[in-house]
């Protein structure tokens, strides 16, 4: 069962292509929450995937609410991830099939949506000096730690 990284209202083409070239590279799939803030033809999203497209599993959902209602029940755990997650992202225990979940690069993901997933909130260790890690640079760091749990399946 695949890893999964899902993009809440992603706003930056150029991020959104690095992560599926990422997710390209590991069989992760990508999970796309409408709205965007570009289109899915846009210039920048398909030269940042250059040309792995064909090799990435994209799903899209028209909001948080229809994505939970395709997932919520299944096997993997949502993992948010947060500047201001109560655990880091090393101290989970990841299994296949467990969702990634990033928010958009402005303002990360609502507040409602990870207080409804207590205890599932993580965040990458920082300085002060930033706000907070590139979108699709928070992605990578997250799922090549749950690859790295998981015995890199598939992977050499």
């Not at 940042?48 to 959902?61: F, M, N, P, R, S």
């Not at 402005?106 to 409602?112: D, V, W």
Request: net charge negative; with cysteine; aromatic share 10%.
């Amino acid at each position: 069962m695949p890893l999964h990284i899902v993009l809440h209202e992603p706003l930056i083409p150029a991020n959104t292509g690095n992560i599926s070239r990422t997710c390209a590279a590991t069989g992760t799939h990508l999970h796309l929450i409408h709205p965007l803030g570009f289109s899915t033809e846009d210039r920048y999203l398909k030269r940042a995937g250059l040309d792995y497209w064909h090799a990435v599993t994209i799903h899209h959902y028209d909001s948080f609410d229809h994505f939970v209602r395709e997932h919520g029940s299944g096997p993997g755990t949502f993992y948010f991830v947060e500047t201001w997650g109560e655990k880091l992202y090393t101290d989970v225990s990841y299994k296949d099939g467990d969702y990634i979940i990033l928010g958009k690069e402005t303002t990360g993901l609502p507040r409602e949506m990870t207080d409804a997933y207590p205890g599932q909130v993580i965040r990458i260790p920082m300085g002060g000096a930033t706000r907070s890690i590139n979108l699709s640079n928070c992605a990578a760091i997250v799922v090549f730690e749950a690859l790295r749990q998981i015995g890199f399946p598939g992977l050499n």
